[in-house]
Structure formats: structure tokens, C-alpha cells
């Protein structure tokens, strides 16, 4: 195909992409949306709050801002 018709083609299936708008399914938008009711997120664990599983990397800095040495 010569480079023409390659870029034809590109821009036929680019103004198809760009104009598509398919029907949107209300129901099912609803159903995920949970019918609008409020959801609580799950409590957080705040046992290891400010530690991550990094090695060690920042376990200075956390004892350092915990004693209060950050005035």
C-alpha cells in the first residue's frame, strides 16, 4: 500500500474513532455507581501509618520526627 492510502486509511479510522459515540447503558452505569448511595470506604489500619515496606530506607526520619527533634 503506498503511503497515500496508508495515510488515508489512518485518517478514515481516526474520524471513525473521533465520532464514535456509543449508547450509554444507564442501568448498568446506575448498578456501578451503587444507586447513588454514599459508601463508606473501609476503615484504615493506622498501625503502620508513615511505614512502608522499603527496607529501611526512611525508618531514620521516623524515629527523628517522633522524638520531636523537628523544631
Given at each position: 500500500m503506498?503511503?497515500?492510502?496508508?495515510k488515508a486509511k489512518q485518517t478514515k479510522v481516526a474520524r471513525?474513532?473521533?465520532y464514535y459515540?456509543?449508547?450509554t447503558d444507564y442501568d448498568a452505569l446506575q448498578r456501578e455507581l451503587g444507586?447513588?448511595?454514599?459508601?463508606?470506604?473501609?476503615?484504615?489500619d493506622d498501625t503502620d501509618a508513615g511505614?512502608?515496606?522499603d527496607g529501611g530506607e526512611y525508618d531514620e526520619y521516623?524515629?527523628?520526627?517522633?522524638?520531636?527533634?523537628?523544631h
Amino acid at each position: 500500500m503506498g503511503r497515500g492510502r496508508q495515510k488515508a486509511k489512518q485518517t478514515k479510522v481516526a474520524r471513525e474513532l473521533k465520532y464514535y459515540s456509543p449508547s450509554t447503558d444507564y442501568d448498568a452505569l446506575q448498578r456501578e455507581l451503587g444507586h447513588g448511595e454514599y459508601r463508606q470506604s473501609p476503615p484504615v489500619d493506622d498501625t503502620d501509618a508513615g511505614r512502608d515496606d522499603d527496607g529501611g530506607e526512611y525508618d531514620e526520619y521516623a524515629d527523628w520526627a517522633s522524638n520531636g527533634r523537628h523544631h
